[in-house]
């Protein structure tokens, strides 16, 4: 159950569900609600709580979206966004959103990237450590430097017994 801050229940706009789903460049409908939000009792808060949330729709403190950017970029509050949905790993892990349907969501996820892992195997490969400075163009790779295997390079599991200047490490 999600609850509701207690300035809410003093707000003017309480129980106003005609109010939920306005746009606010209409400028009948953005008139209507800043009117409403003008003899307001809680403005500041509500205004502070959209400014916090980065809230993204409507007029909240009579400002609406454009105006809660400028001010957010004065105050430093993060810039009003879309959040995801619930029940998503991006709401979860990026915007940390911890109720029953994103951590159900974030586990499905990782649940999902582990299999994925498991069915594809060990993405990383062994590192070739130099056993002797070679030269390469201009310039000179010490010895136990790191090279990363290329393609038509003898893999790591199957080392070339003749070259003496690799050697591989596992």
């Known amino acids: 159950m999600i609850r509701l801050p207690e300035w809410r229940t003093r707000a003017a706009c309480r129980g106003r569900l005609e109010l939920?789903?306005?746009d606010p460049r209409t400028p009948t409908e953005a008139a209507q609600c800043r009117a409403i939000c003008t003899d307001c009792p809680v403005r500041e808060q509500c205004l502070g709580d959209a400014l916090a949330a980065g809230e993204a729709w409507g007029i909240w403190?009579?400002?609406?979206?454009?105006?809660r950017e400028q001010l957010a970029?004065?105050?430093g509050h993060p810039a009003?966004?879309?959040r995801p949905e619930h029940g998503t790993?991006?709401?979860y892990a990026k915007h940390g959103c911890r109720c029953d349907l994103c951590r159900e969501a974030h586990t499905a996820y990782e649940r999902a990237r582990r299999e994925r892992r498991r069915r594809t195997g060990d993405l990383w490969v062994q590192p070739i450590v130099l056993?002797?400075?070679?030269?390469?163009g201009r310039r000179w790779t010490c010895a136990g430097q790191c090279l990363l295997p290329l393609s038509g390079l003898p893999s790591c599991g199957n080392p070339d017994p003749t070259?003496?200047?690799?050697r591989y490490d596992k």
Request: net charge negative; aromatic share 4%; proline share 10%.
């Open 20 to 22: 939920d789903f306005i």
């Open 80 to 82: 009003p966004s879309i």
């Open 163 to 166: 070259n003496h200047l690799l």
């Open 61 to 67: 403190g009579g400002l609406d979206v454009d105006e």
């Open 131 to 136: 056993t002797v400075p070679i030269r390469t």
């Open 89 to 91: 790993n991006p709401r």
């Open 73 to 75: 970029e004065q105050h």
